[in-house]
């Protein structure tokens, strides 16, 4: 069998690829920028040249199994792109054909959160667990929901959209995807900065830290900083995005009865500014039956490896198109 895997992250700034071997160690890496070109065939053949490149330089020529890719909107049954809004090419992009025509390689493409959670089962902290939900609190908050040890992935490609649940049914806040009230609008990083714009709103004669700067530039880093630095009401900015988490994580454990939750992404790592509300309000809601069974886990995956690593560990599962030919 061959070596090596290539993984790809697509993401709507920057596009990250990488070698990586069956053990989940990254060889190289490299990236290109993903709106450089407005037509797709010239930014695959910018990432063909690239890829190849760091293949050449790593002794790694005909030595690739697959490609795995991780990309928002993502359809892992047909292997397009639908309705990515943070990518400039018109949807539907057909992603999987176009790469494997191109590389003469078989290409398997999925969400970025499915990819971090089967980066997470094959080389991080899911190794070993068959029932286990992956969640992403980044930019948004993404989920991966594994169940007997494969991804669910619903009819039509796109389970697993948990950042959407409605966690405020009245009155909640506009989210990305048109809908109000959503997690992903609470718990994501720019829902931290936003509950600490209203908080600072709110409580005008509260003073905090956070007034020594401009109110609109403020940052979930600028909160945790300022939660560090003892401030009261960044604080509770944590513990209102912590008990609103752990809320969520229990409703979502009837659903699949998972053997833990697994969080990534840089608000994950938070420590127990978020923990401990998190867990207050998980245990408090849990439904008595699941009481005390679910772990909160943190992801094991570096975070500059983590997404070529998720996408990489899909490249194993690759199977060849039927139209795919050898590399141009």
Excluded at 151 to 161: K, P
Excluded at 171 to 176: A, T
Excluded at 287 to 293: C, L, V
């Amino acid at each position: 069998m061959k070596p090596y895997v290539l993984g790809i992250d697509i993401g709507g700034t920057n596009t990250v690829f990488g070698i990586v071997d069956a053990r989940g160690v990254v060889i190289a890496s490299g990236s290109i920028k993903t709106a450089k070109h407005s037509k797709i065939e010239d930014y695959i053949d910018e990432l063909y040249t690239e890829a190849t490149r760091l293949i050449k330089a790593n002794d790694a020529e005909d030595k690739i199994y697959g490609i795995g890719v991780g990309a928002p909107n993502a359809n892992y049954y047909n292997g397009m792109i639908e309705g990515a809004v943070n990518l400039p090419w018109p949807s539907p992009i057909p992603l999987a054909k176009l790469i494997s025509d191109k590389f003469g390689l078989p290409v398997a493409i999925t969400n970025d959160a499915n990819a971090a959670a089967i980066g997470e089962m094959t080389y991080g902290a899911a190794r070993g667990l068959k029932d286990f939900i992956m969640i992403t609190l980044g930019t948004g908050v993404g989920s991966g929901i594994v169940i007997n040890g494969q991804v669910v992935y619903g009819h039509d490609g796109f389970a697993g959209e948990l950042g959407h649940i409605v966690v405020k049914r009245n009155n909640g806040r506009l989210c990305g995807c048109g809908r109000t009230g959503c997690l992903e609008a609470y718990c994501s990083a720019t829902g931290v900065a936003r509950t600490a714009r209203e908080f600072l709103e709110i409580r005008q004669n509260e003073p905090s830290l956070l007034r020594n700067m401009p109110i609109e530039e403020i940052t979930s880093k600028d909160v945790y900083d300022a939660a560090m630095n003892g401030d009261k009401l960044a604080k509770e900015v944590f513990e209102y995005t912590g008990t609103i988490l752990g809320e969520a994580l229990a409703d979502m454990t009837v659903f699949s009865s998972p053997a833990a939750f697994i969080l990534f992404g840089g608000l994950a790592k938070s420590g127990e500014l978020l923990m401990k509300p998190l867990r207050e309000a998980m245990d408090k809601n849990m439904m008595p039956i699941f009481k005390g069974k679910p772990k909160v886990l943190l992801s094991e995956l570096k975070e500059a490896d983590a997404a070529v690593l998720g996408a990489s560990a899909l490249g194993w599962e690759a199977k060849p198109l039927e139209s795919a030919p050898a590399a141009n």
